[in-house]
């Protein structure tokens, strides 16, 4: 990438595109914590100025590594994988430090445990008990989800002066999916018209749950962990703490659009409604979406009015396929069969360019159009059929890249559920707490189920579930890349 065509004043400083976007990264959550603070003071909270203090140092920090460093003239795609990467851990350590330097968290692992599940929007959470925490922190925990649903990194590429051909893999490293696309010609353009719909989108949430009654601090606050499909909420009984049908009907169909895709959204919006509505995708999420609520809702205890175990098995199956996480009945009282519905879809996530998390639909579809093409060709050894989405043909390298992903997938979760189980858990904790880590979805099955919280595992094994966070919201191969990268590295100039 050149960006020398640029003006001086865009290519000041040392030139490390890690200190130029880190920098604007920590400014980003200096200025979240900040507004935490000033929405404590409205709130008569006790942290108010630990927040603004915070925030404003958060800030002054990251204003000066981005202020005195620029983009490089040349990138690598190793380098943008390892920016991406220890930018997140850059703003996950910031955004721990709200916890501890208010008291409500005070253990390091804890706080950095909250501030993980917060930007990754899983929703696990070791806040307890969560009401009685200071108004400020609540709304803190609900900003991490918002900044970290459609990515801080998308953000900076928005507010980034130059950014050349390297933003769009930037905005390729850190999306939650397999496709990256441009909207406009300029990259940057692109990542301001996806924060663009996801603005409007909150804006118009909260207001319709301001409108079936919760106060504007809930409204706005839900409105955050939902769209992002989040599923913080400053009440321990989540969404069922206000008791209303119309507020669970409205989380239900914001839920089910957070989980499709911003990009087809807004290419609706411009009068291009095709695309959306002959995305094969879409076609297969409503069909998951119906076919597992319907189940649920067959499944299970028949007592209760109709009309509310309706609505229970339909929000249920839209948190958990979204991935949003929010709860409004213990679905780990569902029967066994409801249950492992439910651990199969935790992983999978939903459509491709949405803010959930998983391994995503679109992966799925590819994986099944692949293994059909394979089971064809042990009776027509000859037969040349391609890969199929709908009626997109993928690439047979990017198919290959697809089903290597899902192989990595599977032992990402697989391992993961193995050392958890280590440490003492039984088996259905140890995979759904595996399952809604690397989902990014917040409550499992078991001992982590919706009524309990990730306090339950040891240090160790919640050690793991950050590690299946980062790796479900980053996807597999810019973590493995980077990492690989940095250890290795030192070890070839040892060697020069």
Not at 118 to 138: D, H, K, Q, W
Not at 148 to 174: C, D, K, T, W
Not at 217 to 228: E, K, L, M, P, R
Not at 392 to 407: H, K, S, T, Y
């Amino acid at each position: 990438m050149d960006i020398s065509r640029y003006p001086a004043r865009w290519r000041r400083g040392r030139p490390t595109i890690l200190g130029h976007v880190t920098g604007l990264t920590l400014a980003v959550c200096g200025v979240g914590v900040a507004i935490s603070g000033v929405v404590d003071a409205i709130e008569s909270g006790p942290d108010t100025w630990s927040l603004l203090i915070l925030g404003g140092i958060e800030m002054a920090i990251g204003v000066f590594l981005w202020r005195y460093t620029s983009m490089p003239e040349h990138l690598r795609v190793v380098d943008i994988f390892t920016t991406v990467m220890l930018s997140w851990l850059t703003l996950a350590l910031a955004g721990a430090a709200p916890y501890i330097v208010t008291g409500w968290l005070r253990q390091p692992d804890l706080a950095l445990f909250e501030s993980i599940a917060g930007f990754t929007t899983t929703g696990a959470t070791v806040l307890r008990p969560i009401e009685g925490t200071s108004p400020g922190i609540l709304f803190w925990r609900a900003m991490t989800q918002w900044i970290g649903g459609m990515g801080v990194i998308v953000l900076v590429v928005a507010v980034l002066p130059a950014v050349g051909s390297g933003g769009m893999s930037l905005l390729q490293a850190e999306a939650p999916g397999p496709t990256g696309e441009r909207l406009t010609p300029r990259v940057r353009h692109t990542a301001r018209r996806l924060w663009g719909v996801y603005v409007g989108f909150t804006i118009v949430l909260a207001a319709a749950y301001g409108i079936a009654g919760m106060g504007l601090y809930d409204a706005v606050a839900h409105s955050f962990t939902t769209v992002s499909t989040g599923g913080f909420s400053p009440y321990n009984a989540s969404l069922g703490h206000f008791d209303s049908a119309s507020i669970e009907w409205i989380a239900i169909v914001a839920m089910l659009l957070a989980g499709g895709s911003f990009t087809l959204y807004f290419r609706a919006l411009r009068g291009n409604v095709k695309p959306l509505l002959r995305s094969s995708e879409l076609h297969f999420y409503l069909v998951v979406v119906l076919l597992a609520s319907t189940y649920a809702f067959v499944a299970n205890d028949a007592s209760g009015p109709v009309s509310e175990r309706l609505r229970d098995a339909v929000f249920s199956v839209a948190a958990i396929v979204s991935t949003t996480g929010y709860a409004t009945t213990d679905f780990g009282l569902w029967s066994q069969g409801s249950q492992a519905m439910l651990l199969l879809l935790m992983p999978i996530g939903a459509m491709a360019g949405s803010t959930a998390g998983g391994v995503k639909l679109l992966r799925v579809l590819a994986v099944a159009s692949f293994a059909h093409r394979e089971a064809l060709r042990q009776l027509h050894p000859r037969l040349v059929r391609p890969v199929r989405v709908g009626g997109a043909i993928l690439p047979d390298r990017v198919a290959n890249r697809v089903v290597a992903f899902m192989v990595l997938a599977l032992a990402v979760f697989g391992g993961g559920a193995v050392l958890i189980a280590m440490t003492g858990p039984d088996m259905i904790t140890s995979f759904s707490a595996a399952a809604t880590s690397f989902g990014n979805v917040g409550p499992g099955l078991g001992a982590v189920g919706p009524t309990s919280d990730f306090l339950v595992l040891s240090r160790f094994a919640r050690l793991v579930t950050m590690a299946q966070m980062l790796l479900g919201r980053l996807e597999i191969y810019p973590v493995i890349l980077s990492l690989s990268f940095i250890v290795l590295r030192p070890r070839r100039h040892t060697r020069a």
